[in-house]
């Protein structure tokens, strides 16, 4: 497993490390801090650019500021590698495409609704 455990309820996918120091925004997205975890995350991606759960809460905070193509551009990303298995909050796991499939699911809905 990954080493990471991403919540992926009804509200955007967003990971968090299971060290105490939130490296990849999750906190901070899940607080509503987005400026916050996209300072957060864009400084961790400077490090690791390609680590899927880094793209997957960029792209939900892309998503929840009004950025979908930008979103729509992470996830693509996320899919383009290899799929990588991610721990879920309540204790099931799922791969980084599956969580990128619904997150541009999400997308889709959200523009349809409009």
Do not use: C
């Not at 509503?32 to 991606?45: F, K, Y």
């Amino acid at each position: 497993m990954s080493g990471w455990v991403v919540a992926a309820a009804l509200a955007p996918m967003a990971a968090t490390a299971a060290s105490a120091k939130d490296r990849v925004g999750y906190q901070a997205i899940s607080a509503g801090s987005l400026a916050q975890a996209e300072q957060t995350i864009d400084a961790e991606r400077a490090i690791f650019p390609t680590r899927p759960e880094l793209m997957l809460n960029l792209a939900a905070v892309y998503a929840r500021t009004g950025r979908a193509a930008q979103a729509r551009s992470l996830y693509g990303q996320v899919l383009d590698q290899a799929p990588v298995a991610m721990d879920l909050p309540d204790g099931s796991v799922q791969s980084s495409h599956a969580l990128a499939q619904r997150g541009l699911s999400r997308l889709g809905s959200t523009i349809a609704s409009r």
